[in-house]
């Protein structure tokens, strides 16, 4: 605990500017000493209230014991209280001009009560000693993050896995967390865990989407530092960590942001510009210099004192829309008649180059489901400056294949092709989420068509194209092992499915295509380069075979895939391929330990003069029904 200067008049000014970065180690409660005196400081902006007093378990919860003095001309409140210290709880108690008396959780705490609770706690987030300074390192020194391999295992905490058998619902905390999912991930090959919503949120049903505390990780798993011990711990194993983070709209709940201080502080004042009617939520005002510096520096918290290695931020469309979910009369056009909101625009700017360009090696990826050009673009060509943005795109045109009867897909051949035409508008994450497997759409394996092996079969052939496919990857926890229940938040994932043997062998399979991936540069190094990807036959639809190659920038250890998209067995199939010489089979999908027959097949293939998809050379390969087999050359 150091001493803590007062809220200053430069202070005030940064936040005035949007440019207090570190806005979290002001406002807020900070255990410091004052005058000899151990004692918490806290502050709070709240401009339009008439009078703000803290109130905790430190003064019985007494609305005139701790009023806080007004600083002008922000409208900032602060003041010393010798008589908190850390791991008190407290809120704001706020008179607003029109006579209502307010209960508010702290908007910057840095830990907060356990739902049902809503207090804010008092701690003191500077203890950690962190040790991976080699990952920091390593990650500032990264030039081009495009460039590296990046998987990515999308995890809820409180149902990846549970403690049985206890009276509370036996969530893993962050540390115990990091182990068991820091061993599972090394072992089946993820670069890195994308942990959704753990910005503290009073409902699990919400996922940590409907976030109350911007600055404080959920206290459902531990403390803080819990919380920086697991990121350290992931890091120290070469695992990077993600975080969904949600600055497009927040609920209503009374102890949040909502009408802070008696007034729309943090959301447009207009309904037709400040409330989603599809979610019930609120949206933030951009346009307001100290809102946008509240997101900032939550954001700048989770990378720079938290360590996290990029932001997945969510809904982006519904903030660059201002009639997205909207019915006409129900928003407002912008000054030049249209739907974007510039507010939103210049926010995703302004943010992303500050973060990327104060912590290389970081990244921001953008949750965007629409044709919004330039996402990934540079500022400078009016692009937005995310690092990468979620392919929804491909992920509906594949799932939609993936759930045909194999007879149909030969009408719907494109469907599979049709994202390569625009691969290189973009930097993508080819994505398997949480979204798709919620709200009675089935899990990934219920949606493939066909009973029981078969399912299996059509998943598998659907995984290996997607890993061989351009972009980074991402899948959501179960779908590794063919979890068979729609996901739920109230339950751990079912992992009694592993003793079956069809459940094992499609982890086995994902497992060692996650290897290969992160093994053969071809498959990461250059996803937007025309030169790194060729199709050998788009066209097969007859057949429903897709044949390409990912070739490295040296010209070494390229890879050829090949996928069947129907059961049955092509045993005169024949591949052509681009250069004449001896192609080695690194993954074949027909391995008992997969699944298949187990029938050996040699390990080489000498390419011959014989012309096949309209190249001079190939080579002749039995492909069994939903066959995949991918080749080194």
Not at 493 to 509: I, N
Not at 515 to 528: G, L, Q
Not at 592 to 608: D, F, W
Request: glycine share 8%; charged share 25%; with cysteine.
């Amino acid at each position: 605990m150091g001493t803590m200067g007062r809220f200053s008049e430069l202070d005030m000014y940064y936040l005035g500017q949007a440019t207090h970065y570190e806005i979290y180690r002001k406002l807020g409660a900070h255990p410091t000493e004052e005058k000899g005196k151990k004692g918490v400081y806290f502050a709070v902006w709240a401009p339009n209230a008439a009078k703000v007093s803290v109130i905790g378990s430190f003064n019985n919860w007494q609305e005139d014991a701790n009023e806080m003095e007004r600083l002008e001309p922000m409208g900032v409140y602060e003041t010393f209280i010798p008589e908190a210290a850390e791991g008190d709880m407290y809120k704001f108690y706020i008179e607003t001009r029109d006579g209502r008396r307010l209960y508010k959780a702290d908007p910057y705490a840095n830990y907060a009560e356990l739902r049902p609770g809503t207090a804010s706690v008092v701690t003191d987030i500077t203890h950690f000693k962190w040790t991976d300074a080699k990952w920091m390192e390593k990650r500032k020194a990264t030039k081009d993050v495009h460039s590296q391999p990046m998987s990515i295992y999308e995890v809820h905490p409180g149902s990846w896995m549970r403690h049985p058998g206890r009276e509370d619902e036996g969530f893993y905390s962050y540390r115990e967390l990091a182990k068991r999912l820091t061993a599972y991930v090394k072992e089946m090959g993820y670069t890195h865990v994308e942990l959704m919503g753990i910005s503290e949120y009073p409902y699990d049903g919400s996922w940590g989407y409907q976030v109350t505390g911007y600055y404080a990780p959920t206290s459902r798993y531990g403390t803080p530092e819990d919380f920086a011990y697991f990121v350290d711990y992931l890091h120290k194993n070469n695992i990077g960590v993600i975080l969904d983070w949600v600055p497009a709209h927040f609920p209503k709940d009374a102890h949040g942001l909502e009408e802070f201080d008696g007034t729309c502080l943090y959301e447009y004042a207009d309904p037709k510009k400040g409330e989603h009617p599809d979610w019930g939520t609120k949206i933030f005002d951009y346009g307001k210099n100290e809102v946008k510096n509240f997101l900032i520096g939550s954001a700048l918290m989770w990378i720079e004192h938290y360590h996290v290695d990029g932001l997945r931020v969510d809904a982006v469309a519904s903030m660059l829309y201002l009639d997205y979910g909207k019915k006409d009369g129900q928003w407002i056009a912008n000054k030049y008649g249209g739907n974007k909101n510039l507010e939103a625009i210049e926010f995703f700017k302004h943010i992303n180059t500050l973060i990327l360009g104060r912590n290389p090696g970081t990244v921001m990826i953008a949750e965007e489901s629409t044709a919004w050009p330039k996402v990934t673009g540079k500022v400078e060509e009016d692009g937005l400056n995310f690092s990468y943005k979620w392919n929804m795109g491909w992920m509906h045109d594949f799932l939609d294949y993936m759930k045909l009867d194999p007879y149909f897909r030969k009408d719907n051949h494109n469907k599979m092709t049709f994202g390569m035409s625009y691969n290189g508008s973009e930097h993508y994450i080819l994505v398997l989420s949480h979204d798709e497997v919620v709200h009675l759409k089935c899990s990934m394996l219920n949606k493939m068509p066909g009973l029981g092996e078969e399912k299996f079969s059509n998943l598998k052939a659907g995984y290996a194209f997607m890993m061989g496919h351009p972009g980074k990857k991402l899948l959501f926890m179960g779908q590794e092992f063919g979890q068979l229940r729609e996901w739920s938040e109230e339950r751990e994932l079912d992992w009694f499915l592993l003793e079956e043997d069809s459940h094992k062998q499609l982890q086995t399979f994902v497992k060692d295509l996650l290897h290969i991936y992160k093994k053969y540069p071809a498959m990461y190094e250059a996803d937007t380069d025309w030169n790194n990807f060729e199709w050998i036959n788009a066209d097969d639809a007859y057949r429903s075979i897709f044949s390409f190659v990912r070739k490295s920038k040296n010209g070494k250890k390229n890879l050829l895939f090949v996928c069947n998209f129907t059961p049955v067995a092509r045993e005169d199939y024949r591949v052509g391929v681009p250069m004449k010489k001896q192609y080695k089979l690194i993954f074949n999908s027909d391995e008992k330990k997969y699944g298949g027959s187990g029938e050996t097949r040699p390990l080489t293939y000498r390419a011959v003069a014989q012309d096949c998809d309209n190249r001079p050379y190939s080579f002749a390969y039995p492909l069994s029904g939903y066959g995949v087999a991918i080749f080194e050359y």
